[in-house]
């Protein structure tokens, strides 16, 4: 399946005895193209016989009394607020395009607390803020490095003094965001992070509501089971070495 569906299925497996098989067949196919899985259904299935296993993270996210995992992304903001109607209108429901304007134009900034595990806090008004478990969100616009989807550690993009039409901007434009030369996107690497904002704003993980309110965000480092193509396959980056 896609995105959506493999975050279900891999939500579910977590300390089970069972291992995270992908053959893509979504929209995106985000989780897919970070683990370098090829669209190809013959070449995909190929790799549950011959590929090799290794340990992916989670993330792990706590809002308003209740915990979820997620293996893409939790968002918080504006993002958040636009995904039902951005979903729908790529899925072909143009009649949505409606809702999606009138939440664009109706979505207020906040004053935006982050508070990371080392005691660091970062104090900004802004619109958005992603916390990212993999490479590649959205329309594929990348969050983090290759090696994201197992470094122990989650993306942090804080969007701080950025209007709408300027978020608008960069999604458009698909832009590396982890490499983005924009001062008013903040990059951060972390284990854990509580995200607190006033007024409130809307949380959102791999797709699922949660309400608003604070949130306290941490990864579970190789928690996912999960097969990935032969090491000989794999294209490396600098950064990313075969895990034994």
């Known amino acids: 399946g896609g995105d959506g569906t493999i975050s279900a299925v891999a939500k579910a497996i977590v300390g089970q005895p069972a291992t995270l098989g992908i053959i893509p067949a979504g929209t995106q196919n985000n989780i897919a193209r970070a683990l370098n899985i090829p669209e190809d259904i013959p070449a995909a299935t190929a790799i549950l016989r011959a590929g090799r296993r290794i340990k992916a993270d989670m993330g792990k996210v706590a809002c308003n009394g209740a915990e979820t995992l997620f293996i893409e992304i939790c968002s918080v903001g504006l993002m958040s607020s636009i995904f039902p109607s951005i979903d729908d209108i790529q899925h072909g429901h143009l009649?949505?395009?409606?809702?999606?304007?009138?939440?664009?134009?109706?979505?207020?900034?906040?004053?935006?607390?982050?508070?990371?595990?080392?005691?660091?806090e970062i104090h900004e008004t802004g619109h958005a803020v992603i916390?990212?478990?993999?490479?590649?969100?959205g329309r594929h616009y990348q969050v983090g490095d290759a090696s994201a989807f197992k470094d122990g550690l989650l993306d942090v993009l804080l969007f701080a003094d950025l209007s709408k039409m300027d978020l608008l901007g960069h999604a458009m434009k698909g832009t590396n965001l982890c490499d983005s030369d924009d001062p008013r996107i903040q990059h951060y690497h972390v284990r854990t992070i509580d995200i607190t904002a006033l007024p409130p704003m809307p949380v959102m993980a791999d797709g699922l509501?949660?309400?608003?309110?604070?949130?306290?965000?941490?990864?579970?480092?190789?928690a996912l089971p999960i097969?990935?193509?032969p090491v000989q396959e794999v294209v490396m980056t600098a950064q990313e070495t075969p895990e034994v």
Do not use: R, W
């Open 95 to 120: 009649n949505k395009i409606g809702d999606f304007l009138s939440t664009l134009v109706t979505c207020a900034p906040s004053e935006i607390k982050l508070m990371f595990g080392n005691g660091q």
């Open 131 to 137: 916390v990212s478990n993999m490479p590649y969100i």
């Open 209 to 222: 509501t949660l309400g608003e309110g604070p949130v306290h965000i941490e990864v579970q480092h190789h």
């Open 227 to 229: 097969m990935i193509p």
